[in-house]
Antibody, heavy 121, light 113 residues
Framework: QVQLQESGPGLVKPSQTLSLTCTVSGGSINSGDYFWSWIRQPPGRGLEWIGYIYYSGSTYYRPSLKSRSTISMDTSKNQFSLKLSSVTAADTAVYYC?????????????WGQGTLVTVSS | DIVMTQSPDSLPVSLGERATISCKSSQSVFYSSNNKNHLAWYQHKPGQPPKLLIYWASTRESGVPDRFSGSGSGTDFTLTISSLQAEDVAVYYCQQYYSTPYTFGQGTKLEIK
């Protein structure tokens, strides 16, 4: 059974870059069967999809975050990462990494536990 | 972007009673090439990640109790819990994966009456 785990700083200063890593175990990210997503939930609000990466390295980002977002992958470590630059308090959220089935379901079928990132000086 | 709108925002239901949540999309999420509606439902409990319940609008994920069912097509969808259990208290989200950016509804908070 695949498991995902987010890691990274819980506190980031305004204008700096938020960096998170998702470590995947029990399955390879180097598989054409899945996309690998980042999703966030600001306090008291709903879920917001940030973007995903495919095993080929192709990426897609939410347009409103595209200019500040970079998703990359390290197949040797079975990890994928999110960088979000020039953060503000509005980027404070629980950040989740998740797996998306490319063909069989289309839904996010496995999730990390989530990590709270607070943007504050 | 496809806008997903859920109703109601909050739903109090008695134990054992039926719960029905609506989700409407601003454009059709039915893909004629595979004859499927690209719509998923998730259950989200505090302190836990969201859990996939339903995909292709009506297919239950493995291990999901059969009291959960999804229906609808095109732009109008429904999640039904046939007999509410205490462990079903959560926020429920619909999500379209017809086109990127993927978008979620605002969530429906299901509680015990």
């Amino acid at each position: 059974q695949v498991q995902l785990q987010e890691s990274g700083p819980g506190l980031v200063k305004p204008s700096q870059t938020l960096s998170l890593t998702c470590t995947v175990s029990g399955g390879s990210i180097n598989s054409g069967d899945y996309f690998w997503s980042w999703i966030r939930q600001p306090p008291g609000r709903g879920l917001e999809w940030i973007g995903y990466i495919y095993y080929s390295g192709s990426t897609y980002y939410r347009p409103s975050l595209k200019s500040r977002s970079t998703i990359s992958m390290d197949t040797s470590k079975n990890q994928f990462s999110l960088k979000l630059s020039s953060v503000t308090a509005a980027d404070t959220a629980v950040y989740y990494c998740a797996r998306v089935s490319a063909f069989s379901s289309g839904g996010h079928d496995s999730w990390g536990q989530g990590t709270l990132v607070t943007v504050s000086s | 972007d496809i806008v997903m709108t859920q109703s109601p925002d909050s739903l109090p239901v008695s134990l054992g009673e039926r719960a029905t949540i609506s989700c409407k999309s601003s454009q059709s999420v039915f893909y004629s090439s595979n004859n499927k509606n690209h719509l998923a439902w998730y259950q989200h409990k505090p302190g836990q990640p969201p859990k996939l319940l339903i995909y292709w609008a009506s297919t239950r994920e493995s291990g999901v109790p059969d009291r959960f069912s999804g229906s609808g097509s095109g732009t109008d969808f429904t999640l039904t819990i046939s007999s509410l259990q205490a462990e079903d208290v959560a926020v429920y989200y619909c999500q379209q994966y017809y086109s990127t950016p993927y978008t979620f509804g605002q969530g429906t908070k299901l509680e015990i009456k």
